[in-house]
């Protein structure tokens, strides 16, 4: 089977922005302020918005499964304080299990979290547990930036984070390493600080020691870990500088990159530089890059073609679409058994 561990609700029912046009309104007008009763999406709305956008293209393209969780961008826990992005990571966390109640073996939630800019993370603990708990997420999305672009946040190897990856481990479910919107206008969101953000934080792991005190803790960088395979020499080059164990050791046994790369020398350098275990096979469509290639007439984000035509033995092109995914997330594992599959 095709597992894809990058998919985010981007088609949601425009009720929801609404919602949140509404919510951004009232941290001026508390008068205007919705209740989370106030939205309403029925089912058939969100039927509506899968089958005709991320399941018909999952049907057409050949995945099986997409690992599901809110619109990054619409993550933005810049805005507001804690209340804000509790009360929108619950009501965004909720539609996602919704869509994977409706289409069981097809979606399968992973949590957004309530971050807010020079909070505590050990606040998003309440909201993670009933992801995982309630919801049956199998992973989360960590944002290494609420500031939204202006890195004020401690980096991912600082104590302060610790609480998260502890809840991690108990758990037993990765992170995916995603920032939101970008408010500072040096970073466009999806082409620069998105890529930034992957970058830093390998950047981050590979300047810290966090896998000596998690060693079983899993990270997956997006967007084929932005620029560290293409650098690969220069981050080698500066763990040794740094004192530090081969990357091989030191972070690339708990870290993983997806292949949200969207052309074929791309695909071909990731699969050339990063071990294969390390690689897991995503898409992100409907997402930053939506447009047919002129050049191959496919879209750019159909990233399976790419796989299938980078020489991958048999072997390995199975480790990429499925095998890792399941390795690297357990609890998908055991409900893809649960299932049958």
């Not at 508390?30 to 709305?45: E, G």
């Not at 899968?50 to 099986?64: K, P, T, V, Y």
């Not at 990054?72 to 996602?96: D, K, P, R, Y």
């Not at 080059?237 to 030191?250: C, I, Q, R, T, Y």
């Amino acid at each position: 089977m095709i597992i894809d561990c990058h998919g985010h609700f981007t088609t949601a029912p425009e009720e929801l922005e609404q919602w949140r046009t509404q919510q951004i309104a009232g941290l001026q007008n508390p008068a205007a302020a919705p209740t989370r009763a106030d939205l309403r999406i029925t089912d058939a709305q969100l039927q509506e918005s899968i089958e005709a956008n991320q399941l018909r293209l999952m049907d057409e393209r050949g995945i099986d499964l997409t690992i599901f969780s809110p619109r990054a961008s619409f993550m933005a826990h810049h805005v507001g304080g804690f209340e804000t992005s509790a009360q929108w990571a619950a009501i965004c966390n909720e539609l996602c299990f919704r869509v994977s109640e409706l289409y069981p073996e097809r979606f399968v939630p992973a949590a957004m979290l309530p971050q807010s800019p020079g909070v505590d993370p050990a606040t998003c603990i309440p909201e993670l547990t009933v992801c995982v708990e309630e919801y049956g997420a199998v992973a989360l999305n960590l944002n290494p930036d609420p500031s939204g672009g202006h890195w004020t946040a401690p980096p991912l190897t600082d104590r302060s984070w610790y609480p998260i990856y502890e809840k991690m481990v108990e758990y037993d479910i990765p992170a995916m390493i995603h920032v939101s919107t970008s408010v500072n206008p040096a970073f466009h969101t999806t082409g620069a600080h998105y890529l930034n953000a992957d970058t830093t934080a390998f950047m981050q792991l590979v300047q810290g020691d966090l896998f000596t005190d998690f060693p079983t803790l899993k990270l997956v960088i997006p967007h084929g870990g932005g620029a560290a395979p293409f650098h690969w020499g220069r981050f080698r080059g500066l763990a040794m500088a740094l004192n530090k164990p081969p990357l091989e050791e030191h972070v690339m046994r708990n870290v993983f990159f997806d292949t949200c790369v969207y052309h074929q020398p791309g695909i071909d350098l990731l699969l050339d530089v990063v071990p294969t275990r390390n690689i897991l096979f995503a898409s992100e469509m409907i997402g930053a890059v939506r447009d047919i290639d002129p050049c191959t007439g496919h879209h750019f984000d159909d990233t399976r073609r790419y796989l299938e035509d980078s020489g991958l033995s048999e072997a390995d092109l199975a480790s990429v679409q499925e095998h890792n995914a399941r390795t690297v997330y357990p609890r998908l594992n055991a409900l893809l058994k649960q299932q049958g599959r």
